[in-house]
C-alpha cells in the first residue's frame, strides 16, 4: 500500500496595514499553520517567526512569478500561504494567484485555493482621520506598468467629475516618480482647489504621518510607494479641534444637505 | 478634594461581515473594554456578551440620533463602542458620528474620539469568490433615503462606462424594493450582457449565498438588503473548474493585455 502524500492547498491573505492588531484571527490562524509563505519580503517580515516555516520572499515586482511559485508549492503537497500587505483583494497577490491559475497549468483549477480578506491601507488611513470614505468612493492604482497612463487619467477625471471620494495607491514609483504630480494637474482641472486631500504614510506603523490638506495646497514631494492619497468629494468636511487637536475628516453619507441642514 | 470622574470616550468600530474570525484583534479588545455598546441590534448581536457592559440598541435607520447618543454616554464618562458591520467607515456609524460632533454640541471637538478599521462586506464577497476587486473600483450606495436617485444614476452610469468594477451596498429596501431592478436598467446601457455579476449574500454567515452570474442573466429577486452586488469591469474573467468545483472570479490587475498575453 502506497501512502498518498497529503494534499497541498493555497490560501492568500492580507496582514494588514501594519500591526497584528489589524490582522484578522483567521488570517492568524492561517500563518500558525502554513508550512511555506509566500510574498514581497515587507509583508512576510510583518508575519510573527515560526519554527519550520519557510519564508519565499521576493521582490515588489513580480507578482505573477511569485504566485507562479506558490501554486507549484501546493501542487507538491505544501500548506502555502502567499502574503499581501492590506487586503490581499484590493491591487495585491489574489488577482495575480487568480491570474496564475486562469493561465497555467489545468491541474491547478483542482487545487484547494482560497483567499482571506483583510484591512486595506485606504481603511486605515480613513479611520486615522475620521470617515473621509463615508460617501461613495473609489480606489484606483496609478501603477502604470500594468495598464495605460492614459486609463489611470480617464478613470481618475471620471471619478472626480461625478464626485467620488478617491483613493490612490501605488501613488509613487521609482520609475514614474512624477506620475502623482500628472494626476494632481488632471484632478485640479475637474475638482475645486478646496477639495479635502489627506496624505496617509504609513498607517499603523512607527513612521506613520498624516497630513489634512487641499487639492491646491497638497505638497506631493511628502508622497511616497507607502502613502494612501485620499482625495474627498465636493462635500467632505475638516472639523476644527481645540488646543491643537489634530482636525477630523469626514464625508458626508448624504448628498446635498450637508449644508441645508447646518 | 474632589474627585473627577474619569473622562469619557467614544470608540468607532466595525465587527466585520459576520464571523469573529474576520474581526480585528483591536475591535475584539476594544469590545472588551467598552461600558456601553451603542448600535443596531443585529450588529451588537454578533459582539461577544459580557457581563456588566450595557448594550444601546436600536433599529436601523437612526444613525445620527444613535451617534448622538454615544457621544452623549462618552460625555458623560462612560467608555462607548459605537458598534458597525463591516468597515465602520464604509457605509456605516463613522461618518454618522462625525457628522453628529459637526453639527453637535462645541465640547463634543474636545472628546476622546477614534475609529479603528474593519473588513467590509465587498471584501469578504470578493474573497468568497476569488479576486474581482483586483482592479481599479467603486462602492456605491444604492441607499436614496440619503442621495437624489439621479445622483446615484449618474454615479453608477460613470463609474460604468469609465470600466471600474463596481460593487454596490443597500441594494434593496423596504422604501424601494426596485431600485436595484432601475441599477441594472442603467447599468446594461452601458455595459456588455457578458459583464460578470456576484450576487453575495450573507457572506461568511450560516445563511451565506453566493452566485456568480452575468449583467443579462442576474436574477435580480435573489438581492435582499444583506446582499453585496459586485459587477466585474469589461475584463473580470471567470475561472471554470473541474467535477463541480465552484468557479472563480478574478479582475485581472493589468489592462488590455488579459487577451493579447493567453
Chains 1, 2 share one sequence.
Not at 508550512?35 to 509583508?43: S, W
Not at 499581501?84 to 491570474?99: L, Q, T, Y
Not at 489545468?106 to 460617501?135: F, T, Y
Not at 506613520?208 to 468629494?233: F, H, K, P
Amino acid at each position: 500500500m502506497t501512502v498518498r502524500p497529503p494534499p497541498g492547498r493555497l490560501r492568500v491573505i492580507g496582514t494588514g496595514p501594519g500591526p497584528l492588531a489589524w490582522m484578522t484571527p483567521e488570517t492568524a490562524a492561517i500563518l500558525a499553520e502554513a508550512t511555506d509563505l509566500v510574498g514581497y519580503a515587507a509583508y512576510v517580515a510583518r508575519c510573527p517567526p515560526r519554527d519550520g516555516q519557510i519564508r519565499h520572499e521576493s521582490d515588489n515586482r513580480v507578482e505573477i512569478e511569485r504566485a507562479r511559485h506558490g501554486l507549484e508549492l501546493a501542487a507538491a503537497g505544501r500548506d502555502v500561504a502567499v502574503v499581501s500587505g492590506g487586503d490581499p483583494g484590493v491591487f495585491a497577490m489574489a488577482a495575480a494567484v487568480m491570474e496564475a491559475i486562469d493561465r497555467g497549468e489545468a491541474a491547478w483549477r483542482r487545487l484547494d485555493v482560497s483567499v482571506h480578506p483583510g484591512v486595506s491601507a485606504m481603511q486605515a488611513a480613513a479611520a486615522a482621520v475620521g470617515a473621509p470614505l463615508g460617501a461613495d468612493f473609489c480606489a484606483i492604482s496609478l501603477s502604470d506598468n500594468l495598464k495605460p497612463w492614459e486609463v489611470v487619467i480617464r478613470r481618475l477625471t471620471t471619478a472626480a467629475a461625478a464626485d467620488f471620494v478617491i483613493a490612490l495607491y501605488n501613488p509613487k514609483s521609482l520609475a514614474r516618480p512624477r506620475k502623482i504630480f500628472e494626476a494632481f494637474d488632471a484632478l485640479r482641472a475637474v475638482r475645486a482647489p478646496d477639495t479635502v486631500v489627506i496624505l496617509a504614510r504609513a498607517v499603523g506603523r512607527p513612521d506613520q504621518r498624516l497630513i489634512v490638506t487641499t487639492l491646491a495646497d497638497a505638497d506631493l514631494d511628502l508622497v511616497d510607494m507607502a502613502t494612501c492619497v485620499i482625495l474627498g468629494n465636493s462635500e467632505t468636511r475638516v472639523i476644527a479641534r481645540p488646543d491643537g487637536r489634530a482636525p477630523w475628516v469626514y464625508s458626508p453619507r448624504s448628498v446635498g444637505t450637508s449644508e441645508g441642514g447646518r
